[in-house]
């Protein structure tokens, strides 16, 4: 039953997908913009293409004729994927979701007009004269993001009036591609944000692993923990959400489900249809299979019986702070001193700053307390450092 899978995109979550899929049995192309990239590095093939060059991306399929393309990342010409599709090509978890999921629009007006699912309050805006009536509609304080873009570029939250324009300027700067939309959301008075991995599967029941806590910093994941103990009606009610959605972009695999926790109920915000950087919190066990086993198994339709809690654990990342090349790693034997501790380093060629670099996993019994194994990953992960030996 082996698979020639495409893998496009090759950071550290499609290098553990990969080693995932080789392990049981399959056959991957690892594809990224640039050459040494981590799931290259474990990979049978690997392709260097601009991923947003429509033509380049053709030729690659045509090239290595996939049973599965699978998106790892979110700046890829997707509108590609339906024509994939057509030609009896399995994109993975679908075109529909690919697509739907790389533009805030659409995924927000499916989620919020189609499914009614609770949503923050939010309003479109093209120029700077409708973004003006955007922030004065949803009011101050108010949430900004491009429509299109990635690991938090161009989001900012307005709290003053001398933000506004700060704010436009900042979302267009980070827009991907030609696309200059942004929407603005009303600013939800949380007390926690969680992501719920959800395993969609081609011949059985949707299962949702235990919720994952996580904090967010310049709108990029820094620390994860599971399980995040919430109320029961909450979980019901996460759960219904990403059931609902899950099963309108249509599809099977794993997908990062994310929801604001408030005092009043619970709110949907975002997902992706595909391993999630929270969800790098697994690999410290925590789960019987973590996200990246489990994602393997629903794209290849191989049974999944059960997911079961089986540690509580944490995870704290390691961002660079220069530019440079050739990284060398310090503080490794010291984290790895301590008892429950692992470390996976993602083998990035290159650094810039706030690029992840690393992440320190935490782990205990499953009723051990999640808080001091947070706050034990965050304290050992100051204590690992990374820095180029050469410029770039």
Same mark, same amino acid.
């Given at each position: 039953?082996?698979?020639?899978?495409?893998?496009?995109?090759?950071?550290?979550?499609?290098?553990?997908?990969?080693?995932?899929? %080789?392990?049981?049995?399959?056959?991957?192309?690892?594809?990224?913009?640039?050459?040494?990239?981590?799931?290259?590095?474990?990979?049978?093939?690997?392709?260097?293409?601009?991923?947003?060059?429509?033509?380049?991306?053709? %030729?690659?399929?045509?090239?290595?004729?996939?049973?599965? !393309?699978?998106?790892?990342?979110?700046?890829?010409?997707? *509108?590609?994927?339906?024509?994939?599709?057509?030609?009896?090509?399995?994109?993975?978890?679908?075109? #529909?979701?690919?697509?739907?999921?790389?533009?805030?629009?659409?995924?927000?007006?499916?989620?919020?007009?189609?499914? #009614?699912?609770?949503?923050?309050?939010?309003?479109?805006?093209?120029?700077? *004269?409708?973004?003006?009536?955007?922030?004065?509609?949803?009011?101050?304080?108010?949430? !900004?993001?491009?429509?299109?873009?990635?690991?938090?570029?161009?989001?900012?939250?307005?709290?003053?009036?001398?933000?506004?324009?700060?704010?436009? &300027?900042?979302?267009?700067?980070?827009?991907?591609? =030609?696309?200059?939309?942004?929407?603005?959301? =009303?600013?939800?008075?949380?007390?926690? *944000?969680?992501?719920?991995?959800?395993?969609?599967?081609?011949?059985?029941?949707?299962?949702?692993?235990?919720?994952?806590?996580?904090?967010? *910093? &310049?709108?990029?994941?820094?620390?994860?923990?599971?399980?995040?103990?919430?109320?029961? %009606?909450?979980?019901?009610?996460?759960?219904?959400?990403?059931?609902?959605?899950?099963?309108?972009?249509?599809?099977?695999?794993?997908?990062?489900?994310?929801?604001?926790?408030?005092?009043?109920?619970?709110?949907?915000?975002?997902?992706?249809?595909?391993?999630?950087? /929270?969800?790098?919190? /697994?690999?410290?066990?925590? %789960?019987?299979?973590?996200?990246?086993?489990?994602?393997?198994?629903?794209?290849?339709?191989?049974?999944?019986?059960?997911? /079961?809690?089986?540690?509580?654990?944490?995870?704290?990342?390691?961002?660079?702070?220069?530019?440079?090349?050739?990284?060398?790693?310090?503080?490794?034997?010291? !984290?790895?001193?301590?008892?429950?501790?692992?470390?996976?380093?993602?083998?990035?060629?290159?650094?810039?700053?706030?690029?992840?670099?690393?992440?320190?996993?935490?782990?205990?019994?499953?009723?051990?307390?999640?808080?001091?194994?947070?706050? #034990?990953? &965050? /304290?050992?992960?100051? &204590?690992?450092?990374?820095?180029?030996?050469?410029?770039?």
């Amino acid at each position: 039953m082996q698979k020639k899978i495409l893998l496009l995109g090759s950071g550290e979550l499609g290098r553990e997908l990969s080693i995932s899929l %080789q392990r049981l049995g399959q056959y991957v192309i690892a594809v990224d913009s640039y050459a040494g990239a981590p799931a290259m590095q474990v990979s049978q093939e690997f392709e260097v293409i601009n991923m947003l060059d429509g033509d380049a991306l053709d %030729q690659l399929v045509a090239k290595h004729k996939p049973d599965l !393309v699978v998106p790892e990342i979110e700046a890829i010409r997707t *509108e590609r994927f339906y024509d994939y599709e057509s030609h009896g090509i399995t994109v993975v978890p679908s075109a #529909k979701a690919a697509n739907f999921t790389m533009n805030r629009k659409q995924i927000r007006n499916l989620a919020a007009d189609e499914l #009614k699912l609770r949503t923050a309050k939010y309003a479109y805006a093209k120029t700077n *004269e409708e973004f003006l009536a955007a922030v004065e509609k949803i009011g101050i304080p108010c949430v !900004v993001k491009p429509l299109m873009s990635s690991s938090g570029k161009g989001q900012s939250i307005i709290k003053s009036k001398d933000a506004i324009e700060k704010a436009w &300027k900042y979302a267009m700067e980070g827009s991907r591609g =030609d696309y200059a939309e942004v929407i603005v959301e =009303d600013f939800i008075e949380f007390y926690a *944000e969680i992501t719920l991995l959800t395993v969609t599967q081609k011949n059985g029941e949707t299962l949702f692993c235990p919720p994952i806590g996580h904090r967010q *910093e &310049k709108g990029d994941y820094r620390e994860s923990w599971q399980p995040y103990v919430i109320r029961a %009606q909450d979980l019901q009610a996460a759960q219904h959400m990403a059931g609902e959605v899950t099963k309108a972009l249509t599809g099977a695999g794993i997908w990062g489900v994310e929801f604001f926790l408030t005092d009043k109920g619970v709110y949907f915000s975002e997902l992706s249809p595909r391993p999630h950087d /929270t969800g790098m919190v /697994t690999l410290a066990g925590t %789960q019987n299979l973590n996200e990246f086993e489990l994602h393997a198994r629903a794209i290849l339709g191989l049974p999944i019986p059960q997911i /079961t809690l089986e540690r509580a654990g944490a995870s704290a990342v390691l961002l660079a702070d220069e530019y440079g090349k050739v990284p060398v790693y310090s503080g490794v034997e010291e !984290v790895l001193k301590e008892p429950g501790t692992d470390i996976r380093i993602f083998n990035k060629p290159s650094t810039r700053p706030y690029r992840r670099m690393a992440v320190v996993l935490t782990y205990d019994r499953p009723d051990a307390d999640v808080n001091q194994l947070k706050e #034990k990953a &965050k /304290t050992l992960s100051k &204590k690992l450092s990374v820095k180029p030996t050469q410029p770039l």
